[in-house]
T-cell receptor
Framework: GQQLNQSPQSMFIQEGEDVSMNCTSS?????WLWYKQDPGEGPVLLIA?????ELTSNGRLTAQFGITRKDSFLNISASIPSDVGIYFC????????????FGTGTRLKVLA | DAGVIQSPRHEVTEMGQEVTLRCKPI?????LFWYRQTMMRGLELLIY????????DSGMPEDRFSAKMPNASFSTLKIQPSEPRDSAVYFC?????????????FGDGTRLSIL
């Protein structure tokens, strides 16, 4: 079945550094979503991507929909302590469905 | 705007007891989803509703789990009888207009512990 693998699983970075993470699938996705989950809270949508090659920014965050439609990337520039959390990619399990599959998550820790 | 509201935020109960989790979706959203999150399995979709009607419950783990949506502003997820392996964080999410790529908005979850 479809799986979304995220890399890296976790990372420690210094405040001010840029961060890159990715999400890969063995099958094609038509939509990529990036969520962030803070401790004790639900996932919050960061960026939604709907077209192959699309590059979208939200403040210091930039995400790209891979050309092959099997991957997506999230970059965070000039990280700050509140960037700490778990970042999930997600997408509809099959086209035209409302059933999301979520990635394994990238846990980010920022050292001040 | 109020987001998805879930209650209770925490629930601790003994094995065998009935547990009821509650969710109020965002007003105007016509899709509602129940998820379970564990360390081992991550976020899993249990069931989703469209216009208060259950559409897909293939993720519901067992007959001990049931979900209802009596109206557009309220849904429940019930576990009866509860077991320790049901311990997890349960999330409710909602989305709008039934377009497949409309992002889902999540509540803050109910952390359930079954002793």
């Amino acid at each position: 079945g479809q799986q979304l693998n995220q890399s890296p699983q976790s990372m420690f970075i210094q405040e001010g550094e840029d961060v890159s993470m990715n999400c890969t699938s063995s099958s094609i996705f038509n939509t990529w979503l990036w969520y962030k989950q803070d401790p004790g809270e639900g996932p919050v949508l960061l960026i939604a991507l709907y077209k192959a090659g699309e590059l979208t920014s939200n403040g210091r965050l930039t995400a790209q929909f891979g050309i092959t439609r099997k991957d997506s990337f999230l970059n965070i520039s000039a990280s700050i302590p509140s960037d700490v959390g778990i970042y999930f990619c997600a997408g509809p399990r099959t086209s035209g469905t409302y059933k999301y599959i979520f990635g394994t998550g990238t846990r980010l820790k920022v050292l001040a | 705007d109020a987001g998805v509201i879930q209650s209770p935020r925490h629930e601790v109960t003994e094995m065998g007891q009935e547990v009821t989790l509650r969710c109020k979706p965002i007003s105007g959203h016509d899709y509602l989803f129940w998820y379970r999150q564990t360390m081992m399995r991550g976020l899993e979709l249990l069931i989703y509703f469209n216009n208060n009607v259950p559409i897909d419950d293939s993720g519901m783990p067992e007959d001990r789990f049931s979900a209802k949506m009596p109206n557009a502003s309220f849904s429940t997820l019930k576990i009866q009888p509860s077991e320790p392996r049901d311990s997890a964080v349960y999330f409710c999410a909602s989305s709008q207009w039934g377009v497949s790529n409309q992002p889902q908005h999540f509540g803050d979850g109910t952390r359930l512990s079954i002793l």
